[in-house]
């Protein structure tokens, strides 16, 4: 599954964007190289195993989304970050309270505490609403009830994407790209880290 997929190379990709893609390759293929990802790959994802693969990315998403909470008044309204809090939906999917989920959090967040960080880790989490189209069709193929997460945003993936990237592009400076790098790299580490433990 291309869980957080590397985006096409383009000629007229903004500097930032084909940073990020280049430099963050390495680590994303990692993160695809977890038993959830070969099962789908082998056409044989199961409820457990996508249950198990959920209740990881609601660990990682649900610090994420609480720091993007804290810096919410450092993007403004054009981002639509209210839109794209996506842990509430696993709790759904998984048939879990919001008030007392139970589940176990990522102990080893990468920092999120500027917004050059947060820029980083949202390239990271918005992307994996891409892959969330091809899960939601490998386990249409297996008979295995949908998920609301994995659904992304809907039809408004695309554009959704789009929009996030634009501004990104827009907030990327000289002074800050190079901390948006590392904070993405340094995200899909973590990341892969705690969805591959044992």
Same mark, same amino acid.
């Given at each position: 599954?291309?869980?957080?997929?590397?985006? &096409?190379?383009?000629?007229?990709?903004?500097?930032? !964007?084909? %940073?990020?893609?280049?430099?963050?390759? =390495? /680590?994303?293929? #990692? *993160?695809?190289?977890?038993?959830?990802?070969?099962?789908?790959?082998?056409?044989? &994802?199961?409820?457990?195993?996508?249950?198990?693969? !959920?209740? %990881?990315?609601?660990?990682?998403?649900? =610090? /994420?989304?609480? #720091? *993007?909470?804290?810096?919410?008044?450092?993007?403004?309204?054009?981002?639509?970050? &209210?839109?794209?809090?996506?842990?509430?939906?696993? !709790?759904?999917?998984?048939?879990?309270?919001?008030?007392?989920?139970?589940?176990? *959090?990522?102990?080893?967040?990468?920092?999120?505490?500027?917004?050059?960080?947060?820029?980083?880790?949202?390239?990271?989490?918005?992307?994996?609403?891409?892959?969330?189209?091809?899960?939601?069709?490998?386990?249409?193929?297996?008979?295995?009830?949908?998920?609301?997460?994995?659904?992304?945003?809907?039809?408004?993936?695309?554009?959704?994407?789009?929009?996030?990237?634009?501004?990104?592009?827009?907030?990327?400076?000289?002074?800050?790209?190079?901390?948006?790098?590392?904070?993405?790299?340094?995200?899909?580490?973590?990341?892969?880290?705690?969805?591959?433990?044992?």
């Amino acid at each position: 599954m291309p869980t957080v997929p590397n985006q &096409p190379e383009t000629p007229a990709a903004p500097p930032i !964007l084909a %940073r990020l893609r280049a430099e963050t390759r =390495p /680590y994303h293929d #990692a *993160l695809e190289a977890g038993a959830f990802n070969e099962a789908l790959r082998a056409g044989a &994802p199961t409820a457990a195993g996508t249950a198990h693969f !959920l209740e %990881r990315m609601y660990g990682f998403l649900q =610090p /994420y989304e609480t #720091a *993007l909470r804290q810096h919410e008044a450092d993007f403004g309204p054009a981002w639509q970050l &209210p839109q794209r809090f996506r842990a509430p939906l696993i !709790l759904e999917d998984l048939g879990r309270a919001a008030t007392d989920s139970g589940l176990p *959090l990522c102990p080893d967040m990468p920092p999120l505490h500027t917004r050059p960080q947060l820029l980083g880790a949202m390239y990271v989490l918005e992307g994996s609403t891409l892959g969330g189209q091809v899960i939601t069709r490998q386990l249409e193929k297996a008979g295995i009830p949908l998920r609301r997460y994995f659904a992304g945003y809907g039809e408004r993936t695309g554009p959704m994407w789009k929009a996030f990237c634009h501004l990104l592009t827009e907030a990327a400076t000289s002074d800050t790209a190079d901390e948006i790098v590392a904070s993405a790299a340094l995200t899909f580490q973590c990341l892969a880290a705690w969805i591959n433990k044992p």
